[in-house]
């Protein structure tokens, strides 16, 4: 039975990742595919895990499976470990076998427990994000000893140079995304208050500035938040909850 070592070629992984970024539905499955595509080139038994700190946020974003997830959660509970050490200095640390590996004390007797021994920890370089923000780390577990030799790690090493540059654009899409989130929930809040503040404009036959200052009022007195007031005074007045669409053509003619 041939290796999975050999299913994937050098050549082919700058369009394998194309591939993937643009056919998988979310950032998440997209992460999770590509630590699957990194156990693939790698010995049977191996096991792949991204991790990313940012802004002292230290986590796991993506595994080949729970082991893996729980080896990086042992190094984050200890506060030690070659992923950690990875992350910190941005150098490789290699584990080629925990029951007999003097450094990190506190982690690696509990993941020879886990029946992990060999661990590669690689940093994972993100050109497109800021690095003073973002550092990442690719962690290799597998249960035997001596599992990522130098031929292994010079593989690797090619690989990880080639994914990084869709882990950095696909961490940016998804940063977007959220901020496309963000403003849409702001635009929906401003357009709820202005509704309001036209109710209260006709109802007190004042203008906008005195308005809003009216329901601002109201608001602290209420200990409500101002959005909150004002999808009560829409809803009251219209009947219904407000309509929050901020879609331009949204009003358009049929």
């Known amino acids: 039975m041939s290796s999975p070592f050999t299913t994937t070629s050098d050549a082919s992984w700058p369009d394998a990742l194309l591939s993937l970024l643009l056919s998988t539905e979310t950032f998440e499955s997209f992460l999770h595919e590509l630590t699957l595509m990194t156990v693939a080139a790698l010995p049977e038994g191996s096991m792949c895990g991204l991790t990313v700190a940012r802004e002292a946020q230290v986590a796991t974003i993506a595994s080949s499976d729970d082991l893996t997830l729980a080896i990086d959660r042992i190094q984050y509970r200890v506060g030690e470990g070659p992923c950690l050490d990875t992350l910190a200095k941005g150098e490789t640390h290699y584990v080629t076998d925990t029951s007999a590996e003097p450094r990190w004390p506190a982690f690696c007797p509990e993941a020879f427990a886990h029946g992990v021994r060999s661990c590669l920890s690689i940093p994972l370089p993100l050109p497109l994000l800021d690095r003073t923000r973002v550092v990442a780390g690719l962690n290799l577990y597998h249960p035997g000893s001596g599992a990522f030799e130098p031929v292994v790690q010079v593989r690797i090493r090619t690989f990880v140079d080639t994914a990084a540059g869709a882990v950095s654009l696909a ?24 509704q309001a503040i036209g109710i209260v404009m006709a109802q007190q036959r004042c203008p906008a500035r005195e308005a809003f200052a009216l329901l601002s009022r109201a608001s602290q007195n ?33």
């Open 171 to 194: 961490l940016r899409l998804s940063d977007q995304a959220r901020l496309n989130e963000d403003l849409r929930a702001t635009l929906a809040s401003r357009s709820v208050i202005d």
């Open 222 to 254: 209420r200990n409500l938040k101002v959005r909150d007031l004002a999808t009560e005074i829409v809803t009251t007045v219209g009947g219904r909850a407000p309509d929050t669409d901020t879609d331009p053509g949204a009003f358009d003619a049929p």
